[in-house]
């Protein structure tokens, strides 16, 4: 492959949306299409350090008997997560880090019976935008299943850090991208 700098893509803006909890909204299919207002939210501003995506999948080695030579690798789970971190307070985010507690809207703002997390699968869709280049990912079953502390103080901003662990779908797909950038089209 050719050295080309015009190839490298800094994703330096999007957007989080999910599903309510437990819906089953019709997946994205291309990544210009917009997300139905009716069936996706999006969780606002994130920090700068944007979204991380992380895939993990652990070897086991296996060794002959004569002379301790590996002759195998065989591959155990697989694992796929996205972590981020919204700076907006809403009912929407409030859901999200509280799922299972009872969240109220009332004439002053809200009010919050909480309780322990409940199980919480959503459907995720992770937009990036890297100059005119779109990437939009559709993970068709998530959970919040990390939730960093939130901290309150004088010198930086309130934030819900999530990481959101991946479930394969009915084709034992975790994903689904779609990207419209001109170089690798037809």
Known sequence: MALNAALVRSYQNGEVSASAAGASPAL????????SALDFTGTGLLTDDGVTETSGQDYERKYAWQGGA????????FEKSFKFAATQQSIFNLGLQMPGSTITQTAYGVSIAEKAPTIDKRVW???GISGAILQRIVCPSGQIT???????SF???TVYEWTVELFPDSSLNYTY???VDPSMAL
Request: hydrophobic share 40%.
């Open 70 to 77: 590996l002759i195998a690798t065989l591959p155990g789970p």
């Open 146 to 152: 990390e939730r960093g502390d939130v901290v309150w």
């Open 177 to 179: 991208r779609y990207i």
């Open 125 to 127: 869709v992770i937009h």
């Open 28 to 35: 994205p299919t291309d990544a210009t299409t917009p997300l």
């Open 155 to 157: 010198n930086d901003i």
